[in-house]
């Protein structure tokens, strides 16, 4: 057993900005899934959401927002957030994160700053196409010149270690599988914070890292821990479609700069499907490629900035358009085959504005919690806003109640794991067999469009599945993959759940059989909760 002030699983904007907030006050261990980089963030292309120059305004950013969110963002969460959000980029400047800067018309250097899908002005702070990768390089650095603080790399966080203390059950740290030791370690913590990104690894398709399977919101959902809107899954409507490329993404951004979706036919997709036309919220336009795609029988669509002058392409666009062309591909003078991928969580751990859970003891940060800032759609480049202003109110908090959580949960717990030891399942294939089956499900049954009937029959396979993955888990060694499949197995269970309840069309969630919005009756998150 090991024993720190505060444990951090995760090592992403969320994790690191927590632990870089608190390093001064404590011992800090911050435990990852693989390498300390291997991280939704480290792939963010995009930028970062800030309100940074005139004649752009925080009332702007916020109404954009909420606009997105389709009537189920918190606002209190939002003004926090945008107003918060100039403070944020500094933050991230003064632990070494360097911005893409530009001239302007008076002479002085100002962000460079990039325009994205639902934004009415443009207000992304970017460093060039590789923003997620410079803020964690950043981050990591500043990290790892600090001697309170240890990274456990190679290290998946199993559970949580939920403790009964005289004044109820609190949070006392995480059960760890140490995959290069195959042995399970228990992290004893006042101060215990779940930083685990999203769960795009539910779906087939996705944009998201291999990391991504919900882990954080499974451990939750164990614990008692209510789990909100996880119906709101965001598609991004650009990933690029290659045969052996997965999980590359075509920033927003390239149509914030000009881009067009087209159908295979060369006929332009978004035309008169929605006022900002290929500049329309992205579950707008992930729906109408997807509609295209179904329509025509087509496997893709093209998005094709080829117009737009080859230099400033290859400036704004470095990396995309490296990458596209080692595949063959010259963006600057050829569409870009592209498909609609799973993206982004808005749901997650119900949290409230300092990102404590119902669990004392107990913070969830960044994609895996639920600020409520995002509701029914999340407007481009607000994630990494989210994840650094609540990740320092989340450490602020955490500091105060530093001394109240140690007295309160006493002496050390008890280190005892009554589960498996670690080791592997003796035959892989029921792993593989239904990790593939369970992403399928998902993608196939409760994708970008929905109806009841699929979700009912999703459902019942699902229960299926979990109860033979439940049972491998009860008597076979803990292996990295089978905690994987068990979390996915739960998270698709938990969508299916919140989707079903949903009866209407609204933001992210689309329905086929309900599909009007209707405030009367879900104008509210859809909140899932373990029975005791
Ligand atoms: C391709 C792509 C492009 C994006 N572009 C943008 C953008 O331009 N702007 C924007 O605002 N947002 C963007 N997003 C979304 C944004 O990057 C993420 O929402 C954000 O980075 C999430 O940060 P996080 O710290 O919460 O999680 P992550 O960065 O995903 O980090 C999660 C961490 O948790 C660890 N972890 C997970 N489970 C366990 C476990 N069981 N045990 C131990 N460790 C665990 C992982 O190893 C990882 O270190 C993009 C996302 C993707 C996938």
């Known amino acids: 057993m090991e024993s720190a002030d505060f444990v951090v699983v995760g090592s992403g904007i969320a994790g690191l900005t927590f632990a870089l907030t608190v390093a001064g006050r404590g011992r800090v261990i911050v435990i990852t899934k693989k390498d300390d980089a291997e991280s939704a963030t480290n792939m963010a292309q995009g930028g970062i959401a800030a309100v940074t120059r005139d004649p752009d305004s925080f009332e702007k950013h916020i109404e954009d927002t909420l606009t997105a969110g389709v009537g189920l963002c918190n606002r209190e969460a939002v003004g926090i957030a945008v107003r918060s959000g100039p403070a944020a980029v500094e933050r991230l400047m003064e632990w070494g994160t360097r911005f893409s800067r530009t001239e302007s018309s008076d002479g002085s250097i100002a962000f460079d700053l990039g325009r994205e899908g639902g934004h009415s002005d443009r207000r992304i702070v970017h460093a060039s196409d590789m923003t997620g990768r410079e803020i964690e390089t950043a981050l990591l650095r500043a990290l790892g010149r600090h ?26 740290g995480v059960r760890v599988l140490d995959v290069e030791r195959d042995r399970v370690v228990t992290v004893a913590a006042s101060v215990t914070v779940l930083a685990t990104g999203g769960a795009g690894k539910v779906y087939l398709y996705t944009t998201n890292p291999d990391i991504a399977s919900g882990d954080g919101v499974a451990m939750a959902y164990r614990a008692g821990v209510p789990i909100r809107n996880m119906e709101f899954i965001q598609f991004h409507p ?27 036919s060369g006929r332009r997709i978004m035309e008169g499907q929605h006022p900002r036309e290929d500049l329309a919220p992205r579950d707008v336009v992930a729906r109408a490629i997807d509609k295209t795609m179904k329509t025509t029988g087509d496997k893709h669509a093209y998005l094709d900035i080829s117009h737009v002058d ?12 490296t990458r596209l062309a080692e595949l063959g591909i010259d963006m600057t003078s050829e569409p870009i085959p592209v498909v609609p991928a799973a993206h982004y969580l808005c749901g997650g751990i119900e949290v409230d504005l300092e990102c404590r859970t119902t669990l004392p003891g107990l913070y969830a940060v960044g994609e895996t919690a639920h600020t409520g800032m995002h509701g029914a759609n999340r407007l481009a480049s607000n994630s990494l806003l989210e994840a650094v202003v609540f990740s320092r109110r989340a450490a602020g908090s955490a500091i105060a109640e530093l001394d109240d959580r140690r007295a309160a949960l006493g002496p050390a717990p008890d280190p005892a794991w009554h589960g498996n030891e670690a080791g592997s399942v003796p035959e892989g294939v029921l792993l593989d067999y239904n990790w593939d089956v369970v992403r399928r499900l998902m993608w196939d049954y409760v994708g970008i469009v929905r109806n009841e009937r699929r979700l009912v029959l999703a459902g019942a396979r699902m229960a299926g599945i979990a109860e033979e993955v439940d049972d491998l888990f009860s008597r076979y060694p803990v292996s ?41 009756h879900f104008l509210s998150d859809t909140v899932v909760v373990r029975n005791a």
């Open 238 to 264: 650009t990933c690029l479609y290659h045969p052996t490329v997965k999980s590359f993404l075509i920033s927003e951004a390239v149509r914030g700069e000009g881009a067009v979706l087209r159908g295979l």
């Open 480 to 520: 990295g993959d089978l905690l994987e499949l068990r979390n996915i197995c739960l998270v698709g269970d938990l969508i299916i759940r919140s989707a079903l309840e949903r009866k209407e069309s609204r933001g992210l969630h689309f329905m086929e059989d309900f599909p009007e919005r209707d405030d009367e």
């Open 310 to 321: 080859a230099a400033r392409v290859r400036e704004r666009f470095p990396n995309i358009v």
């Open 147 to 172: 001697p309170n603080v240890e990274m456990w790399e190679d290290h998946v966080a199993i559970d949580l270690v939920v403790r009964d203390t005289p004044a109820g059950r609190a949070c006392g």
